[in-house]
């Protein structure tokens, strides 16, 4: 099959011939029809995720057909319509009991525990567990585009950050994730505020939802403007980005007893951000982690998106070819575009 594959961390990545994969007994193998393309991919192909391991074919936002299952999958077969979160549990360990499947004590991640969907071919394992089954109206760009940054995005909301309608919501950054969490906020009946460097992205979220919005680069002082916007603070922030800097205000523009939700992955020199603790304490704020979603949860998000509530289409910007991707990989770092760029051409 063809996939795009790096030998070192670092350096450019190439379409190369690499043989087709196999399922395991408690997996399969779907046909890639979709591909998301998304920042963890660039961390794990700089190197920043210890579950790399070379060479490597990255991808983890996919949506595709059933070609192929092992011995032991009972609910799923040839031709089935399918995507995946982006951190597949095993089904038999106290967390996936527990039904966190998120955070499983033995998680299978495509494209970083394994190879991964910048392929015509990916393996899954644990298919009974983690496969999402697709409605036929429901295109695979979109479906791929689920993956990752909107999964995510809903359990921050949802789940995580236990939003209510009326309350005011920052979003750090206005990606695909920070778009997701606008839209999937506003869907929720909360007021949205939407923080990002460039007017573009901006205007953007507006029309996501955002009744507000924030230039950081020309906000001297962006935790100011979030508590003067909303007269005392944000009841819930998310940090949609990763960096020292958008983690640090989206607690700080918190009113009290607020909620902080961490999205944005937090790796390389930036693992270890500075918090303000003493706010934290005595405000009592939550701070929380959002890291995926269980396959089980995605039944109320598709319901929502089946009803028109959401339409996560909007975020879909550009459809490349699979010899496009390692270039737009590599320009990963370069925050540029709108949406979510989706590989569809294989």
């Not at 089954?133 to 479906?143: G, I, K, R, S, V």
């Not at 993956?147 to 309608?165: H, L, M, N, W």
């Not at 990606?175 to 939407?194: K, P, Q």
């Not at 089980?296 to 998000?301: I, V």
């Amino acid at each position: 099959m063809k996939a795009v594959l790096f030998e070192q961390f670092g350096q450019p990545p190439r379409v190369q011939n690499v043989p087709d994969p196999t399922p395991s007994a408690e997996g399969v193998v779907i046909k890639v029809e979709a591909t998301g393309l998304c920042r963890s991919d660039w961390h794990g192909w700089m190197g920043h995720d210890p579950d790399v391991v070379l060479p490597h074919v990255p991808g983890h936002e996919l949506a595709g057909t059933v070609l192929a299952t092992g011995r032991q999958v009972t609910r799923w077969k040839k031709g089935d319509r399918v995507t995946v979160p982006f951190v597949g549990g095993c089904g038999h360990c106290h967390e996936c009991h527990s039904g966190n499947h998120q955070v499983c004590e033995q998680q299978f991640q495509p494209g970083f525990t394994a190879w991964g969907s910048f392929a015509e071919y990916v393996a899954v394992d644990y298919a009974d567990t983690n496969l999402v089954a697709l409605p036929d109206e429901l295109d695979f760009a979109t479906a791929a585009s689920l993956g990752c940054r909107f999964v995510t995005s809903f359990r921050a909301i949802v789940d995580q950050g236990r939003v209510k309608p009326g309350e005011w919501v920052a979003v750090h950054g206005c990606g695909g994730v920070g778009l997701s969490a606008i839209m999937i906020a506003s869907a929720m009946g909360a007021n949205v505020i939407a923080i990002d460097l460039t007017d573009e992205k901006l205007a953007f979220a507006r029309t996501m939802g955002a009744v507000a919005t924030v230039n950081a680069r020309e906000s001297a002082d962006v935790v100011g403007a979030v508590k003067e916007i909303t007269k005392g603070g944000a009841h819930v922030s998310i940090d949609a980005l990763g960096h020292p800097a958008t983690c640090f205000n989206s607690i700080a523009n918190l009113r009290r007893r607020g909620r902080h939700v961490q999205v944005g992955l937090m790796v390389g020199e930036h693992a270890r951000a500075q918090v303000p603790m003493a706010q934290i304490i005595a405000h009592e704020l939550e701070v929380y982690g959002s890291h995926g979603m269980q396959a089980f949860r995605y039944q109320d998000m598709m319901a929502m998106i089946r009803t028109g509530k959401l339409a996560p289409q909007k975020l879909v910007g550009q459809h490349i070819g699979l010899d496009d991707a390692p270039a737009a990989l590599m320009a990963m770092d370069r925050f540029e575009g709108l949406g979510i760029s989706v590989i569809t051409r294989f």
